[in-house]
């Protein structure tokens, strides 16, 4: 079984950083892709970012230059360092996993960005 657990969000102000973490564990395959989702309340679930194996990237809107993906295969985790966070980055985000067009997703990390 393939399994997701998020950890790291929580409340920040405006302009503050955040970073998330997600571990896998299971029959992880190291070349496939994890990434990161999130859902704003009253809105549908978007894509923040992914990275393959091979440490290639993409990115949703309005992320890019603020929040970065990367993995360590080592560890079977996956992070997202957020930096300048703005109230529209709260959200709650979901650790992704691809599997060969099957897709897994972790329970969530609350990230609120207020005053």
């Known amino acids: 079984q393939i399994q997701l657990v998020e950890s790291g969000g929580g409340l920040v102000q405006p302009g503050g950083s955040l970073e998330l973490t997600c571990l896998a564990s299971?029959?992880?395959?190291?070349?496939?892709?994890l990434g990161w989702y999130r859902q704003a309340p009253g809105k549908p679930l978007n894509l923040v970012a992914e990275?393959?194996?091979?440490?290639?990237?993409s990115y949703g809107d309005d992320v890019k230059g603020r929040l970065t993906i990367s993995r360590d295969n080592a560890k079977n985790r996956v992070y997202l360092q957020m930096s300048s966070l703005k109230p529209e980055d709260t959200a709650v985000y979901y650790c992704?996993?691809?599997?060969?067009?099957?897709?897994?997703w972790g329970r969530g990390t609350q990230v609120t960005v207020s005053s």
């Open positions: 992704h996993y691809n599997n060969f067009g099957d897709d897994y």
């Open positions: 299971g029959n992880i395959v190291s070349v496939n892709p």
């Open positions: 990275v393959t194996g091979d440490d290639r990237t």
